[in-house]
């Protein structure tokens, strides 16, 4: 008993004991400042009692933490200078809207209209609006322009209406009528609306070459070309693509006006002669629907289209029934 009074009496012992723990405290509430300084609390980093107190005894680890952070927080700062100045950052910018009057506005407003098939009333107006805006922009008519090759966009009908035979078709029987109830009275849109809902049948690509136009003394020519599939089942059977083609004469008869002589129509590069039955008789057929068209009525295999814009890149036409097709050049 004598021996532990007489080491807990020891007044160095004590001493020694009480510096020991206020350096361990000094620590402690050290790392709690430096802790703070990190955090981003700066009032209870550098201006407690405590921390005060740290300070006095713990110096060296506390400005060292705080310096090591400040560093750190240089060397963040200089690395995004230096990346401000050399690197390149590159985004890809919202293009503009098309301008009103442009070639742009029509080709977005077709666009979104599916070649014209899904469009609305209103959005039909809107496209003839930017259509009239287009023509309306100065430049001359070149007929020269009319050359080369061109892919259907927009029609405001059906897209195998973009053929001059439909138009000769409908201008030979004009006046003739079918007493069908369900179908419509004019023969010519009655035989359009069979033909359209035949089953099995999709329309894709529609194409158009000239040639010849803007020649002194030379007579154009105009290739309409409509491809037509008939699918049934596509994972049992491949589908039967043909490409029905109409070729004209053309015209050039000024003022923007071209007049189209239907020639003959036949089906090109088909599968259509693997159909059971009907198929081979569409195997190299070469229709003559000028001659027949005339039988029918005389003079109906010539009809006018109006060119109202064309251009290196686009070209809009109107046929005699005022039906607009925008072409796009190949």
Not at 33 to 60: D, E, K, M, Q, V
Not at 72 to 95: G, H, Q, T, Y
Not at 194 to 222: H, W, Y
């Amino acid at each position: 008993r004598r021996g532990d009074s007489r080491c807990l009496g020891s007044p160095n012992r004590w001493k020694m004991l009480a510096s020991r723990a206020l350096t361990v405290a000094a620590l402690l509430v050290a790392h709690a400042c430096a802790t703070a300084a990190y955090a981003g609390t700066p009032i209870l980093a550098n201006n407690g009692p405590s921390c005060r107190l740290a300070r006095a005894h713990a110096r060296r680890p506390t400005v060292g933490a705080l310096r090591m952070a400040e560093e750190r927080s240089l060397d963040s700062v200089d690395s995004a200078s230096e990346n401000s100045e050399d690197e390149v950052i590159s985004f890809e910018a919202k293009p503009p809207p098309a301008a009103k009057g442009s070639e742009a506005e029509v080709l977005k407003l077709c666009a979104l209209s599916n070649r014209g098939q899904g469009a609305t009333l209103a959005e039909r107006d809107d496209i003839d609006a930017a259509i009239a805006r287009l023509a309306a922009t100065p430049g001359g008519y070149d007929s020269s322009l009319l050359n080369g090759e061109w892919r259907l966009v927009y029609a405001s009908e059906a897209v195998t209406r973009s053929s001059p035979f439909f138009w000769a078709f409908r201008k030979a029987t004009k006046s003739a009528m079918q007493p069908l109830p369900l179908l419509p009275p004019d023969l010519s849109e009655a035989l359009f609306a069979i033909t359209d809902g035949i089953p099995f049948a999709s329309v894709g690509r529609a194409t158009q070459r000239i040639s010849g136009m803007g020649a002194e003394g030379r007579g154009g020519s105009l290739v309409s070309s409509v491809e037509v599939a008939l699918r049934v089942f596509d994972a049992l059977l491949p589908p039967n693509v043909g490409y029905v083609t109409t070729s004209s004469r053309l015209l050039d008869m000024g003022g923007g006006k071209v007049r189209l002589t239907v020639e003959t129509t036949e089906v090109k590069d088909s599968t259509w002669g693997e159909i059971p039955v009907f198929g081979p008789a569409f195997e190299g057929v070469k229709f003559p629907s000028g001659d027949a068209l005339e039988r029918v009525k005389p003079g109906s295999s010539s009809v006018d289209m109006a060119v109202a814009y064309v251009s290196e890149e686009m070209r809009v036409t109107r046929n005699e029934e005022g039906q607009v097709f925008v072409h796009v050049r190949v």
